[in-house]
């Protein structure tokens, strides 16, 4: 079994690249793939710690799992409502360079 | 009778509810004011009814009826009334002079129109609330008509608001006297925390009193006396008043010169019992009275508005009343004797008759003749023999002079200062300052009376006497301004009277029969050092502003002239507060936003910098703003990690 | 177990559910679009009356749930109940403010499913159930902010509200899935035990916990807009149509706070000294800046919007606290701000429905163009500014005085200094409502009457007589608090 510090550099390293491109793209359809990077290092760390506790107390803990198929559903459909908003927002701005839309501000 | 105070705020509201509420037409004459008439009426006549049961020794104080308005665990918050003897003299002042003025406004608000109806509507609900914290049982259920009090207030003075002075001093006295209500507020937070109670039976009984440690005791007591400062437009926060008077008169001579900025004085009085623990606040509270007693009184010599003579003049005899209260203090604790306190209480009721009277005196002036500077009048005496006489009236009471009014309770003030320097010798310098306030009290009204109703008219203007409706309160008034000064030798005489609501703090409360009295004020020497010093002031008036010839110029040159001019600009003081304090706080606003946008981007530009050293990215990080709204949270995010790793008292490692 | 018997606890959220799938086929079907808006206040009105006479009137009991997931106590009923109010207050005033817009039965098929979401978070006891009933509330409202698409403006704020969201909902996942990894259980109420017993048998775990600590406080941080996640909150409130400004910042923050007291108070509270003092901090930090910052606004939705950060700075007192007294403050709070801050919301829409802009400058003489709106506004103001005896300073006054007295006892004394800071926060803030009463009262402005829009006048007056009603009765409303809050914390004891 591959040790637990393993996984746990990996979602780290995945969660920061998914942060970091949020901070810096431009374009906003990565910044949204980059959210979901993110996300699914959060849900690799709930099934890598799914198996953690079953193998710690010898019966199989079903939560963490669970909780990743709910995390995918949602992170499907924030994608859905995401892209769309990123639609309308074209049609009025015709660009998804994140930092040109920004009439909204102090 | 006492069990039915609480219906006195009733009648009043009722008025209010009516005036607002019903149909313009059913309002009939005058837009309301009979409705309004019928309130205060109403409440007038309540309120005789319980001064006369205090008279006869009843008190009410912490076992009357209340009713629970909160309850969280084991604390209750109540709503109830507190009628003691302070409580009747306040309840005098409100009844009486509300009642005048009410009627008084009916001739004197005749050309408002439409006006009227919110006119009424307000200085109903003024006066309810005002009796509301006047028989107010805890410091919360107080501070609560305190800010409806202050509310109203801010209303009345901005009555026209199209003006924009008008506008901008109701703001000034609500930002003004917020400032003090904060003082209050936390004053009450801290008494709460030690004593976990606010009702004053609670706070003031031998427990509550020994709950609190003496050092939070003077913060407490300061505190709360900040209040007052605020409220009673006292030093360094009395500018407001002076600027109150750009609403009508009437509210002048109710809110502004009889009840609301007596209310402080009102407070600092219903404090006593945790004062006397504080002796250092009892100084404070004295020296602030004195000093504010002094400034006042200089400012108001030079001051060429009608009103603001009298609104100086209000706030110079409030810091006498606070004077009062601080030497009593020190009376109570060092010479078991309530002297102070009652003198205090005596000139808050003679005060309010006159000061009522001389307001609405000059609203009677301003009626006829348009103008509120007095060197455009003149004359008017033989055109409005009533008004000059009433006003002489006030004057001469104001002034000092025997047997009217304020004589007999100016005499008090100072005499119990002066008692008071034989246990802080720094009350002797507060006995000088209030002699010398005395000098100019008398000047300035006479300067007042002279050059308003005597000589020849120095513009023109066709003037009058005011109707009925607004002479006959001047008289009632005049007749008090003359009489209630005897209040000292009516039965047990009004100190006893007054005393007795703080009798027991202290030990020897006995009463002194009238020849007693008599006999103590005319004997002392300093009576007529006072007596002479008034008399002065009149004649030297008299000499300036009545006899021909005097060379008024000479006041303009030299020093005189710079002094003259820094006491026209009421000694920097306002304009203090218009460059300095108000722009301080919109200069913190215009920091913080400087504060998020230039040193937090920046920092944020910084981190990108360092984190990439690529000159692209800080490049992004400047243009993209939603981009930059999640940096932030990461930097957030990060700084807070390190404080509660590192700096928090929890923090390992 | 049947399932229909599972499913009982959940029959608000179903029959929310199947209103907002209704919604759509019913716009295809109606001419009126004014009858969506009735129907989608059906569920919620039913929803809101049952939790109405179960909450206040105490005349049933919800049935005890089947499901380990969810528990419906008091704290949920609460909650529920501010969520359905504002939920009803927005729909109420929304045909008014949407009527040249396309596509009104997604708009109110997304509010329902905001305010289910939202209800769903009251209700959980589990993370699982947390995060999903944050997630759906989330993306609907994403969906919402951009709703007028003809709007640069409203886009934008879709565009900002749905990246910094997408952020902070991945902050929250991570966050908790390194909780699950520290206690081994998504259960919120098993979780401090399970946590303790991990801290002492594995070295290390707690400061994993403290990571975890911080990222959920980033995450849920932006949920109730506290500084320094606030950024967003005044360009998306200031983009988004009005009523939905109303609904982020009535409701939508007030979950957050739900699901902050769930995770902070029952579920993590064995490690609260650690986090304590770093909350009050942010606390204090965001009322003033938020308090600071409205001073200078001179757009009034964005001015609310820092308001609304500044009142997320009074609530976050709570946690540090942390007695049964202040959570009941905290509710009692959230309570009378999502009446008062609705309502404010609300005015601002009927303004803009008759054309008056939002700059403040717009509102000078509002007092002879609509006394109705003037009188409404100014009484939101006033409480939010926290004045007696409105509702406002009713709940600031429990949510202080609890800080207070838990500087006695329980300590740290230095709670103290939370209460000391919210006073000094509600003077400041007199500033700026002042500012805008004194615009609409004493300031000239356009001589023309505005009428007030019907339904969104009925929204507002709704949400005026409860800023009165629960100012002055608030004693009763203050005992069902303090049961509420004690059916959340006796999971801890």
Redesign the interface.
Known sequence: MIPIEYWLIFSSLL?CI??YG???R?N?IV??MC?EI??N???I??V???S??SV??GVV?P??Q??TL??IA?AA??VA??L???L??Y???QTIE??K?????? | MLEYAWMIPVFPFVAFLLISLLPKRTLSWEDGAGYAIGGAAGALVLSVLVIGDVLAGNTMVGDGPKFNWLVIANIEVTFGIWVDQLTAVMLLVVAVVGTLVVIYSGGYMHEEGAGRRRYYAEIMLFISVMYGLVISDNYLQMFIFWELVGLCSYLLIGFWYEKPSAASAAKRAFIVTRVGDIMFMAGIIILFKYVGALDFAHLFGEEGVAAVPNDMMILATALIFGGAIGKSAQFPLHEWLPDAMEGPTTVSALIHAATMVKAGVYLTARSYPLLVQAPETLLFVAAIGGVTALIAATVALVATDIKRVLAYSTISQLGYMTLALGAGGYLVVYADTAGGYSAALFHLMNHAFFKALLFLCAGSVIHAVGTNDMRLMGGLGKKMRITSLTMLVGAIAIAGVPPFSGFWSKDEVLAAVYSAGEFDSLFFLLWAMGIATAFMTAFYMFRMWFMTFAGEPRSDYHAHESPKLMTVPLMILAVLAMSSGFALFVGDGFGYFAGESVAELFGGHHHESAADILAHIFGDPLTYVSLILATMGILLAYKIYYLPGFDRSVFARGVAGKLQRALENRWYISQFYDDFAVKVVYALSLVADAFDRYVIDGMVNGFAFLGARSGGLLRRAQSGNVQRYAVIIVVGLCLLLIFMLYVAPGGRW | MEVWDMLDAFLPQLLLVLFALLMPALDYWLKDKRILAFAALIPMLGYGLALVTWTIGGHWEPPETGIPLIEVNLFSGTFALAFVAVGIIVVLSSPDYIRGERNHGEYYSLILLAVTGMTVVALATDLVVLFIGLEIAGIASFALSGFSKKERRSAEAATKYFIVGGFSSALTLFAISLFYGVSGTTDIAAMGSQMEAMFSSLEGTRSVATLATVMLIAGLGFKIAAVPFHMWAPDVYEGAPTPISGLLAAASKKMGVAAMFKIFLVGIIVTKSDWDVAIAVIAIVTMTVGNLIAISQANIKRMLAYSSIAQAGYILIVLPVGTEYAVAGGLFHVLTHAFMKSGAFMVVAALAVRGVGERLDDYKGLSRRSPFLAVAMTLFLLSLAGIPPLAGFASKFVLFSSAVYASIDPGPSWLLWLAVAGVLNSALSLYYYARVIKKMYMEKGPEERVTVPKMTGAAILIALIMTIVLGIYFDAVVELCQEAAGSLLQAVS
């Open positions: 969660f998914g942060a949020v901070l810096t431009k906003a910044v949204l959210i993110m996300l290092s959060a849900n760390n709930l890598m710690f799914s953690y506790h710690l107390h803990d939560s963490g669970v909780f709910f995390s949602i459909a924030e409502v995401g769309a908003i990123l309308s927002v049609r009025r701005y994140v930092d839309i920004n009439i909204l501000r102090w």
